[in-house]
């Protein structure tokens, strides 16, 4: 099992800036890999990004290309979400999550956080 926590959502105006954070605990955290996800009111859950265990390989939506950028610290635990130039369409409750396991499918994860709103106002 694998318990996520995250923080850092908000209220932003466009064009603004937020660092998400999610705290891993349960399981060895260099043997997770880890990704972030949304949920737009009224969409389906959209995948965000995700990071390699060590870090070597990251993965964007198109949408978030240039504007966020997963990270991970392995010490802390944690991996992190810096998204810049916010739109009001990156409106969203966004989730961590992880997985232990490999699958072909990199959208494909098994453990969920409890998610954290983040909220741009144009």
């Known amino acids: 099992q694998v318990q996520l926590v995250e923080s850092g959502g908000g209220l932003v105006q466009a064009g603004g800036s937020l660092r998400l954070s999610c705290v891993a605990s349960?399981?060895?955290?260099?043997?997770?890999?880890m990704a972030w996800f949304r949920r737009a009111p009224g969409k389906e859950r959209e995948f965000v990004a995700t990071i390699s265990r060590d870090s070597s390989s990251t993965y964007y939506t198109d949408s978030v290309k240039g504007r966020f950028t997963i990270s991970r610290d392995n010490a802390k635990k944690t991996v992190y979400l810096q998204m810049t130039s916010l739109k009001p369409e990156d409106t969203a409750i966004y989730y961590c999550?992880?997985?232990?396991?490999?699958?072909?499918?990199?959208?494909?994860?098994?453990?969920w956080g409890q998610g954290t709103q983040v909220t741009v106002s144009s």
């Open positions: 349960g399981r060895t955290f260099i043997r997770i890999d």
């Open positions: 999550a992880a997985r232990t396991a490999w699958y072909s499918d990199y959208k494909k994860f098994d453990y």
